[in-house]
């Protein structure tokens, strides 16, 4: 999950960049139409960042579920090593998941400001 968020975080890692190689200088103005630059590159950072959000919502679900799954075996079975090795593994997975909606919320924000 983090090497595919970093490969998809590419477009905030490199907004100033994008800006400065799709925003015409005073001397390029009217060979390049700014305005629909600058929406295509909104578009795209939007697009970015609501399938990076869904992604990670998706894998909080699923990690939830799993979490909830092994609680109740945990309760059947609190003698079993092994079953609460693996719940905490799974907490462990989730905890870091959420708080990837963290440090995605931060990334967005900043690329935001940036592109303003």
């Known amino acids: 999950l983090q090497e595919l968020l970093r490969v998809m975080r590419t477009i905030d890692d490199r907004i100033v ?10 001397s390029f103005v009217g060979k390049v139409d700014a305005g629909q630059t600058c929406k295509e590159l909104y578009q795209s950072l ?3 960042h609501t399938s990076r959000e869904r992604i990670i919502k998706n894998c909080i679900a699923q990690t939830s579920s799993v979490v ?9 079975a609190q ?3 092994a079953l609460l ?3 905490r ?3 462990t997975k989730l905890k870091l998941m959420q708080s990837e909606l963290n440090v995605e919320e931060v990334v967005n ?6 592109l303003s």
């Open 17 to 26: 960049h994008e800006l400065n190689t799709t925003i015409p200088t005073a």
């Open 46 to 48: 939007m697009d970015a």
């Open 68 to 76: 909830k799954t092994l609680r109740e075996e945990r309760e059947k």
């Open 79 to 81: 003698d079993d090593l």
């Open 85 to 87: 090795k693996q719940l």
């Open 89 to 91: 593994k799974e907490q």
């Open 109 to 114: 924000d900043r690329s935001w400001k940036v």
